[in-house]
């Protein structure tokens, strides 16, 4: 909205009369019209604030400006708004965005409008996050200039950077989740050896009791940018005040927040000592939270809701294992915790929902990162995976749908690289998925000349699993075979 001000009389007013006017005049007039014609003012006009009468009226503005532009409790509900109301409102809001910003300009002379609050940092961090529905990316744009300008010198003086953090957990995100705390924890967020019984009667959808959820939906952002400032020392320090609102959001009913709750876990374990997780006895807590999202399949939970559960669950969960895992005497420890995720997880989850393409397609693609986490510790699963893959592989409509075969090669392509000592074990199972999956494509690629580069990728991996299978006599006989079958086999793996 490109807001220019019409009156010219009124811009020759002085900013605190305008200021005056809008502000008093709140109760009778919509903010969004008090707000904009502040911004248009300060966009079209330079202020003397050192001038003590505009330099209060900047100051009430400031103050104003922050509590208003925060989200409302309508974005808890999906979807909150018509899509004109929701552009009405982002507009609003970026003109907030666009005001706080030519405050922080014409102030940068005077420290107590230049110094960030812990009230205008939390405003802004409430525009960090581009998925938000209250978020555009202009919004999410000044907010991060803003916060990079504040910070740029506040990260020097680590006292003030601290006490501004600690505020922000303590009087902004703390007060919201205190009825919706975890009996799992102590006080001081350590695992509860004697879990305290948790609040009696349904209150998974009472606005009273979670009130961060259906009142203030952006203190989960916050609480997001808050993480992201943090290194290993101040974790250490704000755990007690972390760790409960995190783990409530990671544990709550709605899909939703349980991804987010995973990504705010994800943060965490970027920057977590893996002797606090175990100190604590928090990692096997958020293990055995993490567990049982790995079989939120089709048909109970919706494929849009579960394909980005299960990305997001198998991303925490393989992090979560190597950051406790992390020392080679724990080595032991973390390949029973991968097997128990590629057992309970990928193999459990394809026997239930390996119909639908788009979940067999992700979990191709987590066995292979598992897979690269196991090394030659995968072996013991080839032959309950490679059967898997062959079948994706030979499947008689497998090219429908050309991303699965993709995910399938490259977990082939994955196992051969770590599992190479026992792949003649299994040769029939992968040169056969390989070269029934390449004849298939050699004929479909006449009318699909789409399926070029993925008959390649085929050709690539068959190549790679005869080249590692030369050593074994047995070889020679399969490849004559093959040979017979199709006599350009002899060029394609030089026989």
């Not at 209150?203 to 009273?208: C, G, I, K, L, T």
């Amino acid at each position: 909205m490109a807001y220019r001000l019409q009156d010219h009389e009124k811009q020759e007013k002085g900013f605190t009369d305008l200021l005056k006017e809008e502000i008093k005049s709140l109760q009778l007039k919509p903010t969004h019209e008090a707000l904009l014609v502040s911004e248009a003012y300060l966009r079209n006009c330079k202020i003397d604030l050192t001038v003590s009468e505009n330099y209060a009226a900047a100051t009430r503005l400031h103050q104003w400006s922050t509590e208003h532009i925060l989200p409302t409790e309508a974005f808890a509900i999906d979807p909150p708004f018509s899509t004109e109301e929701l552009t009405r409102i982002i507009l609003f809001k970026e003109a907030g965005l666009v005001l706080l910003s030519n405050l922080q300009e014409q102030s940068v002379f005077l420290p107590s409008l230049c110094t960030p609050t812990a009230s205008l940092v939390a405003c802004l961090a409430s525009f960090t996050d581009p998925q938000d529905p209250w978020t555009s990316e202009k919004s999410h744009r000044l907010s991060g200039f803003m916060l990079s300008s504040y910070f740029s010198t506040l990260h020097e003086n680590s006292k003030q950077f601290d006490a501004i953090i600690k505020d922000i957990l303590a009087h902004y995100i703390k007060p919201l989740f205190l009825k919706s705390r975890t009996p799992l924890l102590t006080p001081a967020a350590r695992h509860a050896i004697f879990p305290l019984p948790g609040p009696n009667g349904p209150s998974e959808f009472d606005a009273a009791n979670k009130p961060w959820k259906f009142q203030s939906p952006h203190v989960v952002t916050i609480l997001q940018w808050v993480i992201s400032q943090l290194d290993a020392q101040l974790v250490e320090v704000h755990w007690p005040l972390i760790i409960p609102p995190l783990l409530t959001i990671l544990d709550d009913v709605s899909i939703t927040y349980k991804i987010k709750g995973c990504s705010l876990l994800g943060l965490l374990l970027n920057v977590c000592p893996a002797s606090l997780l175990e100190r604590s006895g928090l990692g096997e807590i958020f293990h055995s939270t993490l567990l049982p999202y790995l079989l939120y399949l089709p048909s109970l939970t919706p494929e849009e809701e579960s394909i980005p559960l299960l990305d997001a669950t198998y991303t925490t969960l393989i992090a979560l294992t190597q950051a406790r895992y992390a020392t080679s005497n724990t080595e032991n420890t973390k390949i029973k915790a991968l097997d128990t995720i590629l057992r309970y997880g990928i193999l459990k989850g394809y026997a239930h929902a390996g119909e639908n393409v788009r979940i067999a397609r992700l979990l191709m693609e987590k066995s292979s990162d598992l897979v690269n986490a196991l090394k030659i510790h995968c072996v013991k699963h080839l032959k309950d995976l490679l059967p898997v893959i062959s079948g994706i592989l030979t499947a008689p409509f497998a090219t429908a749908y050309p991303p699965l075969l993709q995910a399938a090669l490259q977990t082939l392509r994955t196992v051969l690289v770590n599992g190479g000592p026992r792949i003649e074990f299994h040769r029939g199972e992968v040169l056969g998925g390989l070269v029934i999956c390449w004849r298939r494509l050699e004929d479909e690629v006449v009318s699909a000349p789409e399926l070029v580069g993925l008959q390649r990728t085929v050709e690539d991996v068959l190549r790679a699993a005869v080249q590692l299978l030369r050593g074994d006599e047995r070889i020679k006989e399969d490849l004559c075979l093959l040979q017979a079958f199709s006599p350009r086999f002899k060029t394609l793996l030089d026989v």
